[in-house]
């Protein structure tokens, strides 16, 4: 029995429907899920980055004291000594010149120091008890400041005392590591009231000089910045026109 020959036709092959791509869909939805959630973390913690101790110095700095009465944040120019209510002051009225920013030997007249701290220094002050090696370290971590002012204060109870403008903080030793976190974050700082001034006026030491009051500033007389008057310049005259001689006659 002859083989029937095979067909040269092949038959149609059978259709098979795409899956629908679930993955994709499911995954591209995360990824945006996750770029709104950045961005809006973001929009919400704007400043975030910022060390506390730049956004927030006087909650970031434990002990950090704050002025609360008004004398304290007066910025009067006054002749003379000031009553201050605490030693050293975190401010209130003050001489007209500040104190020169700089390590000082010996203690230094309030009513410069208080304009200095107007100007955005920080003021470290020391008294008898602390000894020479805290003194030397306390002097390392100030020099290279440039609003840095140190200076004993023998009448003061804490032995070491770090002012800023309207801050203190009182401390025991050198080796406190708020004292570097204070100077970072103090010294031409956000509560400058005057941010931007120099720190350069009077670099004498001692009590602030002042005028005897039985002797009152002659008319037109000056103060020089240690507070001593200035004698007026003697007036100017305009010189007489020569006398015209004649001629003898002839």
Not at 127 to 144: F, M, P
Request: aromatic share 4%; charged share 20%.
């Amino acid at each position: 029995m002859a083989r029937t020959p095979a067909s040269s036709r092949r038959a149609a092959p059978t259709k098979v429907g795409k899956p629908f791509p679930w993955g994709t869909v499911v995954g591209s939805l995360v990824l945006g899920a996750l770029l709104l959630g950045i961005v809006a973390y973001a929009a919400l913690n704007q400043g975030s980055g910022i060390p506390e101790l730049v956004r927030d110095p006087d909650n970031a700095i434990e002990g950090v004291e704050l002025a609360t009465e008004d004398a304290e944040l007066a910025r009067n120019h006054v002749a003379g000594a000031v009553s201050y209510a605490q030693l050293p002051p975190r401010g209130g009225d003050h001489n007209i010149v500040p104190q020169t920013c700089a390590i000082y030997d010996e203690p230094i007249a309030p009513e410069h120091a208080v304009h200095s701290l107007e100007h955005g220094a920080v003021w470290v002050t020391y008294n008898d008890d602390v000894s020479d090696g805290d003194v030397e370290e306390l002097a390392e971590l100030i020099e290279t400041e440039p609003y840095g002012l140190m200076s004993p204060l023998p009448e003061q109870e804490s032995p070491i005392v770090l002012t800023a403008w309207g801050r203190s903080l009182q401390l025991d030793d050198a080796g406190d590591d708020r004292i570097g976190d204070f100077i970072t974050a103090y010294a031409s700082g956000p509560q400058t009231p005057e941010r931007g001034a120099a720190c350069l006026g009077n670099t004498s030491t001692g009590p602030v000089q002042q005028l005897a009051p039985e002797a009152p500033l002659p008319s037109g007389a000056m103060v020089d910045p240690s507070g001593a008057p200035v004698a007026p310049s003697a007036p100017v005259t305009e010189p007489s026109a020569p006398a015209v001689v004649p001629s003898p006659a002839g």
